[in-house]
């Protein structure tokens, strides 16, 4: 079974300025995605950014990029200029390519909490 | 609606009373996916359907929990009998088809046992 581990239950960073969020994974598969998630206290999951392992470019998203390890099985998240609308509960996820019924398998989480 | 909305948002019950939440996917969106968030910590599976094929029921905790989908639209997941350990908030997830397309959630349903 495939699983996710998020090491820092919490992080601060000051309002403008670079954070990176760790996730590292489990799995045999060589076919599969990552995906970080957002929970803000509004409770709903905000798609941040995802990465296919097929591809060896890391994807970007605006002030979020990741840094996507497939060998060290590491997917970190960075957020630049960071903001204050970017406090919130991460959640680094997986799942596994093809097929159907592919659920998603959830780290337990990073507390990102931003300085003014 | 232009995204998935669940019902109650809320909902405080006694122990041992059944409880059903709802779910309502994004039109047009054939997966359905319900997972449970105990405080403070990550979503576990709970159970997946897509179109008319047998639902993944492998997430489920125990045989208390059960959960259905409607015309291949709404879906409902039931709890009997509940217990204080099911206090947790309910998500619910769709998507237009599997693979690379990701999943969009609702708000969840915040379940507390009294």
Redesign the interface.
Known sequence: AQTVTQSQPEMSVQEAETVTLSCTYDTSESDYYLFWYKQPPSRQMILVIRQEAYKQQNATENRFSVNFQKAAKSFSLKISDSQLGDAAMYFCAYRSGGGYGNKLVFGAGTILRVKS | GAGVSQSPSNKVTEKGKDVELRCDPISGHT?L?W?RQSLG?????LI?F?GN?AP?KS?LPSDRFSAERTGGSVSTLTIQRTQQEDSA?Y?C?SSSR???Q???????T?LSIL
């Open positions: 997966a996916y997972y910590q990550g979503l576990e599976f997946y897509q094929s993944d997430g908030v998500l997830a599997t693979g690379d990701p999943q969009h959630f609702g708000d969840g915040r």
